[in-house]
């Protein structure tokens, strides 16, 4: 009895790490529940249940017949951030669960890897080719390709900081929206006519754009999971306006700047 209670043990830990994973990886919350739930099922209990929203992912694990196993796990989610490629790689691993390729000790040790996979650099230089492509599909200029590396390496320098300076996303947008608003139009004002500011400052904030959220919530909404879609749809919501409030102050800091060093 023992042994069975362990490989039970297992299996639910196996389902709340994988439903850990793509909540902090933004993934949907339709996904996450039938993730998890798939992968309770393998254990044989007839009762495996599972809700999830933004910020926590709830399970139990039982059985109408035998009362003596009983699970349950409150899993709080307190960082998200858009990473597909972890969505991807623990949907593969529960499928090869799941399909019996391979067994729950081994799934939860390849979770465990995903789950400790340093991505933010690769995040952050990709958001630099992505500032670099935006600028060259607005029509911008070599000056303009010039400015937008320079930029992207200015918000990897201040994502640099969050390792040692607590920033909530809204903050850390906001700031790095400001100082790259201020970096920005003070090269267009010291050479004026060389930059297009408009087109820069269109391309710059494209990292920051809650398009995902936006797009997870109005599934989520035409699914029926009206929690899900509604937090999502204020997390998209909060994310413009922390771009908007670094755009203003932004412009009016550069404008104090240009007046008194040009």
């Not at 996450?32 to 809700?51: A, C, H």
């Not at 809204?170 to 700031?175: G, I, Q």
């Not at 400052?201 to 959220?213: D, E, N």
Request: with cysteine.
């Amino acid at each position: 009895m023992r042994t069975i209670r362990l490989l039970y043990k297992k299996i639910f830990k196996l389902a709340s790490l994988a439903g850990q994973i793509l909540l902090e990886s933004n993934a949907e919350e339709y996904r996450v529940e039938d993730t998890t739930l798939r992968i309770m099922q393998t254990s044989g209990l007839d009762q495996p249940s599972s809700f999830s929203n933004a910020t926590g992912l709830f399970l139990s694990l039982t059985d109408s017949e035998y009362t003596e196993y009983n699970f349950s796990d409150v899993v709080r989610i307190n960082h998200r951030a858009n990473n597909i490629q972890k969505i991807v790689q623990v949907n593969e691993i529960s499928r090869r669960y799941v399909s019996n390729e391979i067994d729950v000790d081994e799934a939860y040790k390849l979770l465990k890897e995903i789950k400790n996979q340093p991505n933010y650099r690769l995040v952050h230089y990709t958001n630099i080719l992505l500032i670099i492509c935006f600028v060259i599909l607005f029509g911008g200029n070599a000056n303009d390709i010039l400015v937008s590396i320079l930029v992207g390496g200015l918000i990897i320098l201040l994502a640099y900081t969050r390792q040692f300076i607590y920033y909530t996303n809204f903050s850390f947008t906001m700031l790095a929206t400001a100082v790259g608003t201020i970096f920005i139009l003070f090269l267009d004002g010291k050479f004026p006519n060389e930059l297009h500011h408009h087109i820069l400052l269109s391309a710059m904030i494209m990292p920051f754009y809650p398009a995902t959220s936006m797009t997870n919530s109005m599934r989520d909404l035409l699914k029926g999971n009206n929690l899900a879609g509604i937090i999502k749809a204020l997390d998209a919501l909060m994310n413009i306006i922390s771009i908007a409030l670094g755009f203003g102050i932004g412009i009016i800091l550069s404008r104090t700047l240009v007046l008194y060093l040009l």
